[in-house]
């Protein structure tokens, strides 16, 4: 039996316990062509270099955990075979524009805390029994089934350049998900996440580049999420306008 091909990975390192600055390690190992870049970094753990640290937790590319720059571009590693990448060298760091905690594990906290600030739950109206289920039509699900796909990799926030320069920016996954439930007929929060729309930092902030739909691994457009947004503001700022009294 032929030996299997080799590939060399190189990861950004950095321990907050270290005295020198980030650097790179490259690691050579054995690979197969169905092998995903997640089992390659688990190869390295377990082999090579225990102290190598990241996040990971369903493999299926659905937790979301395992996000990472490879290549410069924002990646799950889990969804991303070794045969695509190879012959290599592949590079491998922490997703980009936010603080890191140690080697590829990055600090989530700023788009958690952003996630209440955008309205991303549901709100049940007045009306809403705690008893009877709450009914939709097919064509009600899809005004918002496909925003409703996010799972908070924070892909799309390391491909936005308006989040690496405005952190106070929502962000793309926080207005997408504000715009799934601004869409859900079950919903009556439209007015209490209208602030955080219209603020500086919400919806006015994106330059609409893109780059958030085109790394999204679930298909969802958050660029399109927040276009619908913007339309909506606009919109209750002229109505505001003509009919001042209407919010009272």
Known sequence: MSERPTIVIEVRRWHPDAEQPPWWQAFE??????????EALQHIKDELDGSLTFRWSCRMAI?????????????LSCHLLMGDLAPGPVRVEPLAHFPVIRDLV????????????????????????????????????AEYAQFAQCINCLLCYSACPQY???????GPAALALMAR?????????????REARDATSGVWDCTLVGHCTEV?????????????????SA?????????PGRRR
């Open 63 to 75: 937790c979301g955990s395992c996000g990472c720059m490879v290549d410069g571009r924002p990646e």
């Open 106 to 141: 990055i600090d989530q906290q700023d788009v958690l805390d952003k996630l209440p600030v955008a309205g991303a739950y549901l709100v049940p109206g007045d009306d809403t029994s705690a008893t009877e289920p709450s009914r939709q039509t097919p064509a009600q699900v």
């Open 235 to 243: 919109r209750d700022y002229l109505l505001d306008l003509l009919l």
């Open 29 to 38: 190992l054995p690979y197969r062509e169905d092998q995903s870049l997640l």
């Open 216 to 232: 999204c691994p679930q298909g969802v457009d958050p660029a399109r999420a927040i276009n619908r947004n913007k339309g909506a």
């Open 164 to 170: 690496g320069l405005k952190p106070d920016f929502l």
């Open 181 to 193: 439930h601004d869409a859900d007929s079950r919903d009556a929060g439209q007015a209490e996440r």
